[in-house]
């Protein structure tokens, strides 16, 4: 399966972002999906899973904040991102979870104070 990431942006603080994952591929339903993010100077890390039944986890850094949810007939998986903090600032990645070594080119999330 492939997957793209996109609908990052420039947002200020408390903002809200949705991000989507799309991806191509029969067997995106059975694949945990996961949101990884990678700011500068930092390794990357899991923000976000969703299994393949729909059960999700996060990290301590976005609960409450960020939810992950996918829509398999549309072979998607969305991050909305609310209550957004300047240290959510980070290139956004999705892949499956855990992650295979390929990554697309994520998509840019900026968050000013």
């Known amino acids: 399966v492939q997957l793209q990431a996109s609908g990052g942006g420039l947002v200020q603080a408390g903002g809200s972002l949705r991000l989507s994952c799309a991806a191509s591929?029969?067997?995106?339903?059975?694949?945990?999906i996961g949101w990884y993010r990678q700011a500068p100077g930092k390794q990357r890390e899991l923000v976000a899973a969703?299994?393949?039944?729909?059960?999700?986890n996060y990290a301590d850094s976005v609960k409450g904040r960020f939810t992950i949810s996918r829509d398999n007939a549309k072979n998607t998986v969305y991050l909305q991102m609310n209550s957004l903090k300047p240290e959510d600032t980070a290139v956004y990645y999705c892949?499956?979870?855990?992650?295979?070594?390929?990554w697309g080119q994520g998509t840019l999330v900026t968050v000013s104070s």
């Open positions: 892949n499956l979870d855990p992650p295979v070594p390929r």
């Open positions: 591929g029969s067997t995106f339903s059975i694949n945990a």
């Open positions: 969703t299994s393949s039944v729909g059960s999700t």
